[in-house]
């Protein structure tokens, strides 16, 4: 659905009056790599559609992240415009088109068959995964100077729970990203950041997948509210779970 259609109001529990709207949104296609940042995007149960659907391994199946492989935040990732159009299907001439420091741009078909791996691991949870095959995986051993494959969430028969901890996130699923399906952050909050910075950061330092500008009430309470937008005869409801802390990346 589009932005302004799906999330371009998230009201605060009564009256009607808008206690936030949505600035910007964020999908991350590969875990760990670059952002896009969209006017719209289709909200599906994982959260956003392509966000997290991708994720490099190493050769013993183990995701890496930026925490160890820091050459991930150079990654670029492009999809076509319109894959994120409500109604849109791939077809065996789109792509999902991925370049890299002194790398040949790679281009992964995104209708293609795949085979499927086994062992696949994500922090806590393994299970079986599509491979997007030898070419890229060669592309991306050739950049991390070591074995890596490159694999998709097999949706199919694969589920991936959020945390179990939180009790309020409990019963709905994620791909290849962190706990919870939104992380989201409120602009109030970078402004009070940058206030007792040396030199300001921007929104992308924190990758959020949507960032909200919130009017009506405090930003640092942004945990404790129960967000939603009324859509014709559906609901999308966005509870607030817990305060997410974001590591340090060097």
């Given amino acids: 659905m589009a932005m302004e259609k799906a999330a371009s109001s998230l009201l605060g529990g009564g009256g009607g009056e808008p206690a936030a709207t949505v600035k910007s949104i964020f999908i991350y296609p590969i875990k760990s790599c670059r952002g896009l940042a969209v ?16 994720v490099v391994v190493n050769g013993k199946g183990r995701a890496y992240t930026q925490r160890v492989e820091p050459k991930l935040a ?29 790398m040949d741009t790679l281009k992964i078909p995104l209708a293609a068959e795949h085979t499927t791996i086994d062992d696949v691991s994500v922090w806590e949870w393994s299970g079986s995964a599509y491979d997007e095959g ?9 950049y991390f100077g070591k074995p890596s494959r490159l694999v998709r ?4 028969s694969e589920t991936r729970p ?33 206030e007792i910075l040396k030199e300001p950061v921007p929104m992308n330092r924190f990758r959020p997948k949507c960032q909200a500008l919130i009017k009506r009430m405090e930003y640092l309470a942004l945990n404790q509210m ?9 609901k999308c409801f966005v509870q607030a779970t817990k305060i997410n802390d974001r590591c340090t990346l060097g």
């Fill in 153 to 156: 969430f097999k949706e199919a």
């Fill in 162 to 194: 959020t945390d179990p901890y939180y009790g309020q996130g409990q019963g709905y699923k994620i791909m290849f990203t962190d706990r919870f399906p939104f992380l989201i952050a409120s602009q109030g909050s970078l402004d009070a950041l940058n």
């Fill in 226 to 234: 129960k967000l939603y937008r009324h859509f014709g005869p559906t």
């Fill in 74 to 102: 150079l990654v670029q990732v492009e999809l076509p415009p319109e894959a994120f159009a409500e109604d849109w299907q791939p077809t065996p001439y789109d792509h999902l088109v991925i370049r890299a420091p002194g």
């Fill in 39 to 54: 006017s719209q995007a289709l909200i599906i149960s994982t959260g956003f559609r392509w966000d997290r659907q991708w």
């Fill in 134 to 142: 030898a070419e890229v995986s060669e592309w991306f051993s050739t």
